[in-house]
Nanobody, 119 residues
Framework: QLQASGGGTVQAGGSLRLSCVVS????????IAWFRQAGEKEREWVGC????????KYASSVKGRFTISRDDAKNSVFLQMNALNPKDTATYYC??????????????WGKGTLVTVSS
């Protein structure tokens, strides 16, 4: 099971760090991705960290601003978000077990956490 947390409201230019706790196993056994969904729009892949070596990949819309990391001792994956802008407003989800950029490849999803960026 996955559980995302850390959402909130932040002003444009600010930062937030989201956490995803992976229950029952160290997250290095799974590819963990972050997705986001704004209203009724399609769920968008944000980035991922692969199992094992922890290679990270990012969508072009967040590359250079967002960083995904992992702490196996805490069974957690993090999404550090910097230089936030109103277009980043969405509900953010973590998902397993892949590092591919489409929701259909993931069979385990955490409950989302809402991020609101005010201008």
């Amino acid at each position: 099971q996955l559980q995302a947390s850390g959402g909130g409201t932040v002003q444009a230019g600010g930062s937030l760090r989201l956490s995803c706790v992976v229950s029952g196993s160290a997250p290095d056994k799974y590819g963990i991705a972050w997705f986001r969904q704004a209203g009724e729009k399609e769920r968008e892949w944000v980035g991922c960290i692969s199992s094992g070596d922890g290679e990270t990949k990012y969508a072009s819309s967040v590359k250079g601003r967002f960083t995904i990391s992992r702490d196996d001792a805490k069974n957690s994956v993090f999404l550090q978000m910097n230089a936030l802008n109103p277009k980043d407003t969405a509900t953010y989800y973590c998902a397993a077990d892949s590092c591919l950029a489409a929701a259909l490849f993931y069979d385990s999803w955490g409950k989302g956490t809402l991020v609101t960026v005010s201008s």
